[in-house]
């Protein structure tokens, strides 16, 4: 791979763009972010990593740009914005994207990517990015790295049809990050990796907000531990009936790992101390949807959903 000549756009970059585009950067690829409250602050100042796994890294010059148009056109575009602002995307990836780009969504939730498509050209191939990593914006062009740091992905749509051709590109995708240190597998089943990710994503996100208290906390009380498991259970179950049988113990496996990780605000608490929506549709009614569907009903993770809507509304 001739990193050089591979070009990559990065879309909201925030903390999920930020430390991922830096890490690319860094490992030789060719980066554009796309910024715009932080624009001058990224441009004279550069980007700040601090990495608790890689340590301090500075970009600088940074290619930073104000104005999808006056990107260069890139091969590969990476979203990191919320799912919230998915309408307002499409014309910013039509402008920065190079004929036949492929198109990461590094976002959380279902239905995304069906939400992105329509509004997409059919010549670009739409992926999904599942992000498995405790990082959070600190300040304008700073990024604070706590731990983890795997990102998997999967093909959703586009010009490439046969299982071979999907598996061929996402696997692609999965080598660009590798060779910039970070652990990444191509995912056979997108809609499935979605809901893994759900499994940490349900209880954590909403219980950090509800009861506003950070994984170390809620991992330490006897009644939130209780209530993330019977919430991961839940999510599991969501899954099977939706026809994805999620690995044996997986959901056990985020439970050990997050009693491991240092203490978290998860990225929905920085969203609701900010003022920003609340990434509702995504996360939690898009699968509660889809479980209803399949004749699955979860009351715990409806009973979140619902508390945590009154939350958003006020």
């Known amino acids: 791979m001739d990193k050089a000549t591979v070009r990559i756009g990065i879309i909201g970059t925030g903390a999920i763009g930020g430390f991922y585009g830096v890490m690319l950067a860094r490992a030789g690829f060719d980066v554009h972010f796309l910024l715009r409250s932080e624009f001058a602050t990224v441009r004279d100042n550069g980007l700040q990593v601090d990495s608790a796994v890689h340590g301090a890294l500075t970009l600088k010059p940074v290619q930073a740009y104000a104005d999808a148009?006056?990107?260069?056109a890139c091969d590969w575009l990476l979203v990191?914005?919320?799912?919230?602002?998915?309408?307002?995307?499409?014309?910013?990836?039509?402008?920065?994207?190079?004929p036949g780009a492929k198109v990461v969504l590094l976002q959380n939730g279902l239905g995304v990517e069906e939400q992105l498509r329509p509004l997409?050209?059919?010549?670009?191939?739409?992926?999904?990015?599942l992000c498995f990593i405790c990082v959070n914006r600190m300040a304008p062009g700073v990024v604070r790295h706590q731990a983890l740091g795997a990102l998997n992905l999967g093909y959703h749509s586009g010009p490439a049809q046969t299982a071979v051709a999907r598996q061929e590109i996402a696997e692609q995708g999965a080598g660009l990050f590798r060779a910039a240190q970070i652990e990444s597998q191509a995912m056979p089943n997108l809609e499935q990796a979605r809901w893994q990710k759900l499994v940490w994503n349900v209880p954590y996100n909403g219980l950090s907000v509800l009861l506003k208290a950070s994984t170390t906390p809620l991992m330490k009380d006897i009644d939130s531990r209780a209530l993330i498991q019977a919430l991961m259970a839940e999510v599991v179950e969501g899954a099977r009936a939706c026809g994805h049988e999620l690995p044996v113990g997986y959901a056990e496996h985020l439970f050990a790992i997050?009693?491991?990780m240092p203490d978290y605000w998860p990225s929905m608490y920085h969203d609701f101390t900010e003022r920003r929506p609340l990434e509702l549709e995504a996360i939690y009614a898009a699968p509660l949807s889809r479980a209803r569907e399949a004749g699955c009903v979860l009351p715990r993770m409806e009973a979140?959903?619902?508390?945590?809507?009154?939350?958003?509304?006020h």
């Open 69 to 72: 148009a006056d990107m260069p």
């Open 80 to 98: 990191g914005a919320k799912t919230t602002s998915n309408a307002a995307l499409a014309p910013l990836i039509r402008q920065a994207a190079a």
């Open 120 to 129: 997409l050209p059919p010549s670009l191939h739409l992926l999904g990015g």
């Open 258 to 260: 997050t009693e491991k």
């Open 304 to 313: 979140l959903h619902q508390a945590l809507g009154f939350i958003d509304r």
